[in-house]
Nanobody, 119 residues
Framework: QVQLVESGGGLVQPGGSLSLSCAAS????????MGWYRQAPGKQRELVAAITSGGNTNYADAAKGRFTISRDNAKNTAYLQMNSLKPEDTAVYYC?????????????WGQGTQVTVSS
């Protein structure tokens, strides 16, 4: 069993920056995609950014140019650096670890961390 623990959320003014971390405990196998998702009140959960174990990244259009996802495979940790934050970035941010093709297959979620962008 894997547990994902997010940290780094909080309140920031528009234009500011925040850095989120996601620490995974347990066995994270090669081929795991780590991702950050977010869910704003009244909206569906959406992908923000994802990164493969080889370092290939994918970003939502809203995140391109402002957010950077990275990971440290040795530490089983993923990061999301968020710059130039906007009020519309306000949401609960969730970490995800999924391995859907190779065995063992899994899809784990963290408990979420609140990010609020407001003056």
């Amino acid at each position: 069993q894997v547990q994902l623990v997010e940290s780094g959320g909080g309140l920031v003014q528009p234009g500011g920056s925040l850095s989120l971390s996601c620490a995974a405990s347990g066995n994270i196998f090669s081929g795991t995609i780590m991702g950050w998702y977010r869910q704003a009140p009244g909206k569906q959960r959406e992908l923000v950014a994802a990164i493969t174990s080889g370092g290939n990244t994918n970003y939502a259009d809203a995140a391109k140019g402002r957010f950077t996802i990275s990971r440290d495979n040795a530490k089983n940790t993923a990061y999301l650096q968020m710059n130039s934050l906007k009020p519309e970035d306000t949401a609960v941010y969730y970490c995800n670890a999924k391995r859907l093709i190779l065995n063992p297959r899994y899809d784990y979620w963290g408990q979420g961390t609140q990010v609020t962008v407001s003056s």
